[in-house]
């Protein structure tokens, strides 16, 4: 069982629908990371955070540490937001371990 | 605008080559990391360096190295390319600094696609 795991794997939607991508780790952690990677290979970090939530845009990233369990949300989807969005649990200073990721993609 | 950099975006190599991936990062940042990822793969994190003339290996077991001269620059060497080695190699950056997401942390640059035949 990997140390993070994300739900789903693949999520298909319509532009303008509520999106919700879910994120599962099971070691101690530092911090949480959602990250964005797009068809090119580029990724972009979207959030980092420690505790409650945290909105940037249409996105909304919270963590509830008690329950090891962080969303991203993304709210009036645009086929622009198909990437692949990744969680990465920060251990320490330094480690990072990744989700598998989430393929998101917004039909028009 | 501080960013990281990373050249060459792609590489197609003979084996047994000798190849440089470069990273430089304007940021000031401290951490700078090397991950590889396969095609749809998760990423896999394979040297790291806390600061000049420190450099760790990542969980990743790799035949590369790298160095730490300058704050600014994490170079990758791959000393004698397999096709193994194929693969996309991302660098990344971070500060303890946080912004209004906290997403300025951590920074990736685009990657080097290499391609070893």
């Known amino acids: 069982k990997n140390e993070v795991e994300q739900s789903p794997q693949n999520l298909t939607a319509q532009e303008g629908e509520f999106i919700t991508i879910n994120c599962s780790y099971s070691?101690?952690?530092?911090?949480l990371h959602w990250l964005q990677q797009h068809p090119g290979g580029g990724i972009v970090s979207l959030f980092m955070?420690?505790?409650g939530k945290k909105k940037h845009g249409r996105l909304i990233a919270t963590i509830n540490i008690q329950e090891k369990h962080s969303s991203l949300h993304i709210t009036a989807s645009h086929p622009r937001d198909s990437a692949v969005y990744i969680c990465?649990?920060?251990?320490?200073?330094?480690?990072?371990?990744f989700g598998q990721g989430t393929r998101l993609t917004i039909n028009p | 605008e501080a960013d990281i950099y990373q050249t060459p975006r792609y590489l197609v190599i003979g084996t047994g080559k000798k190849i440089t991936l470069e990273c430089s990062q304007t940021?000031?940042?401290?951490?700078m990391y090397w991950y590889q990822q396969d095609p749809g793969m998760e990423l896999h994190l394979i040297h790291y360096?806390?600061?000049?003339?420190?450099?760790e290996k990542g969980d990743l077991s790799s035949e590369s190295t790298v160095s730490r001269i300058r704050t600014e620059h994490f170079p990758l060497t791959l000393e004698s390319a397999r096709p193994s080695h194929t693969s996309q190699y991302l660098c990344?950056?971070?500060?303890?600094?946080?912004?209004?997401?906290?997403?300025?942390?951590?920074?990736f640059g685009a990657g080097s696609r290499l391609t070893v035949l």
């Open positions: 990344a950056s971070s500060s303890l600094s946080t912004g209004v997401t906290g997403a300025n942390v951590l920074t």
């Open positions: 070691v101690g952690i530092s911090a």
């Open positions: 955070l420690s505790s």
């Open positions: 990465a649990a920060r251990q320490g200073a330094q480690k990072l371990v």
């Open positions: 940021m000031g940042h401290d951490k």
């Open positions: 360096s806390y600061g000049v003339n420190s450099t």
